[in-house]
């Protein structure tokens, strides 16, 4: 198992890639501490895992909000004693254009994604330091908008840049003293996301003759892929990676928009 009894954090764990998460880190013997705001659907994912043998606590605590993060990191260290891992998961995604975005939208967008996983960021690290056998890593949920982006996506863009900001300066002032801090930056996810989009197309079959010419694998990538992509930067086989930003996207974003779409004669070899 490669999480046996470390105590790590998931935000955002009701649902989506947060539900995953919860359960491959409880699967590889970590107790897990999953926050959200509902409570109803977080209780239900915890009494499952504890069925299947697994350790579980559910909190709950809006990232925007300071008094619930420490409550979170409190709670997390009056169970289990003390703190690993920390998956700063919970998001929200915003589409409007620039030009219309008030004030209230960007500082709520900045609340939650920015704001949120940095001073969760910051209380986990300080735990990780002070305890017996001081270490810990920390994953932030950033997105392939951190390598580009679109329109209608300037607050949300802007808050994922911030964390792999963020995390490269908290990585930095770490490495030494045994604390990772890494991003790793989804593609387009099986989750409501997809749902929406597809709702939105014309046929579902339209849709995905677009993605399947953008995504180079042709495929959407599954919660459980993100999971084990957070179980890797958790785990100590990811012991030399910090400071990292790990597109998570089938090949998403090494694709060339300006591909040719024949085969050249002049270029020798095509
Ligand atoms: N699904 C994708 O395709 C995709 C792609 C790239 C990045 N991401 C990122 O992955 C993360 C999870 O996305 P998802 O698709 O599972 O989204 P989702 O909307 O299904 O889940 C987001 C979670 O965050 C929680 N959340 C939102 N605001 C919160 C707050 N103030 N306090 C506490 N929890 C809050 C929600 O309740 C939910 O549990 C997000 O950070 C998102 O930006 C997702």
Known sequence: MLLKNKVIIITGASKGLGVAM??????????????????????????????????????????????????????????????????????????????????????????????????????????????KDPGGSIVQIASVHTHASLEGAAPYDAAKCGMVGFSKAVAVELADKGVRVNVLSPGLCRTEIWKDIVAAAPSESECWDYWNANIPAK?????????????????????????????ADHGMTSLLVSREPYASKSIEGG
């Open 22 to 131: 919860a359960e491959v880190c409880a699967q590889q013997g970590a107790r897990v501490v999953m926050a959200a705001r509902s409570k109803g659907l977080l209780e239900e994912l915890e009494s499952k895992i504890k069925k299947a043998g697994g350790e579980a606590l559910s909190v709950i605590c809006d990232v925007s909000k300071p008094a619930d993060l420490k409550h979170l990191v409190e709670s997390a260290v009056d169970a289990f004693g003390r703190i690993d891992g920390l998956i700063n998961n919970a998001g929200v995604n915003y589409v409007k254009s620039a030009l219309e975005v008030t004030e209230e939208e960007w500082d709520r967008v900045m609340a939650v994604d920015l704001k949120g996983s940095f001073f969760l960021t910051q209380l986990c690290a300080r735990q990780m330091l002070k305890q």
């Open 219 to 247: 495929k959407l990538i599954e919660p459980e892929e993100i999971a084990n992509a957070c179980l890797f930067l958790l785990s100590d086989l990811s012991s030399s990676i910090t400071g990292a930003n790990l597109m």
